[in-house]
């Protein structure tokens, strides 16, 4: 194996255009939002709260903001609130108003233990929906007695001879064609965000004629010292182990980069667990509950 290194708030009609034309970070609020991030960013899925398809909506003072997305007729938020904790009861107070006015139900999705006092005192409905994993980078070692079984699947794809290649900021073409046509393949639901990826470190697994066989994508954490894992795939015609091959040499190779802690990201309480959870279970360190705190809306909700 060898290693190569390679929105808006409710009122602003004019920022959900320039988010829908990629031109989200042109806009005053995004750069808003990202200082308070930089201050009071608690997790390190704080930059998903950024991304181009979801709308920013600020308390008065503009020193607090939520994210959300709008589904049907439920405004759903991502995690927390982000701000001064004395400003986080008013925001979201404001907000509920907000989507009361247009007959919107409210919920607050992956919200962490931080802000559970406030849910409660004003009536949300809290249920647990699973744990963000985490890696604990320090205390990694491939050569653990209990990881035997990952020592052999690791074994088995090196007699491919496969290379891990790390990409940032990718934006060679034909790169960017093999990640998309990997993600399309995967039939996720969400359409493939090329600018997204751009943006991302990206680690492959790549064959000697440099064809991508599988891929994942690190965002940095506004918390130091952190990183967050979003997507990781699978091309079909991979070998078994693959995805287990990937995540091992990306923690080995942020671990000697002096990285403290990988978020996985959630682990669903859901009963049917699928492949990829599996996968992530064997590497994950600490568990942090997660929940959906709501008005209005059904717990089967959560699967937006």
Do not use: W
């Not at 997305?69 to 701000?83: L, M, N, S, T």
């Not at 653990?144 to 491919?160: F, G, H, M, T």
């Not at 049917?272 to 279970?281: E, G, I, P």
Request: charged share 25%; glycine share 4%; hydrophobic share 40%.
């Amino acid at each position: 194996m060898s290693l190569i290194l390679g929105k808006t708030d409710f009122k602003s009609p004019l920022a959900k255009i320039l988010a829908k034309l990629g031109l989200a970070k042109e806009n005053p609020h995004y750069n808003t939002a990202k200082k308070i991030l930089e201050e009071y960013a608690q997790n390190s899925l704080e930059h998903l709260k950024l991304s181009q398809d979801r709308s920013l909506y600020f308390s008065k003072s503009g020193k607090a903001f939520l994210s959300y997305k709008i589904y049907d007729r439920h405004a759903i938020v991502f995690g927390d609130p982000v701000g001064p904790y004395q400003e986080i009861e008013r925001l979201i107070k404001s907000f509920q108003l907000a989507c009361k006015s247009k007959n919107i139900t409210l919920g607050f999705l992956q919200t962490t233990p931080s802000f559970q006092d406030i849910y409660i005192k004003l009536n949300f409905d809290l249920s647990i929906i699973g744990n963000e994993g985490f890696v604990a980078l320090n205390d990694f070692e491939l050569s653990d007695p209990n990881k035997a079984k990952l020592r052999e699947q690791i074994k088995i794809v090196d007699s491919y001879r496969y290379r891990i290649r790390y990409y940032k900021n990718p934006n060679e073409k034909q790169v960017l064609q093999q990640l998309r046509n990997i993600y399309q393949e995967s039939a996720a639901k969400e359409a493939f965000n090329e600018d997204y990826l751009r943006e991302s470190i990206i680690m492959t697994i790549e064959d000697m004629a440099n064809n991508i066989i599988a891929f994942t994508n690190i965002m940095p954490s506004y918390i130091k010292n952190n990183l967050a894992l979003d997507l990781i795939y699978a091309s079909k015609n991979a070998p078994e182990g693959s995805l287990e091959y990937l995540l091992t040499y990306t923690i080995l190779f942020f671990k000697e980069l002096a990285y403290k802690r990988l978020s996985l990201g959630l682990i669903s309480n859901a009963r049917t667990s699928n492949k990829l959870q599996a996968v992530k279970a064997k590497f994950i360190d600490i568990l942090e509950p997660r929940y959906f705190a709501r008005i209005g809306i059904n717990e089967a909700c959560t699967s937006i």
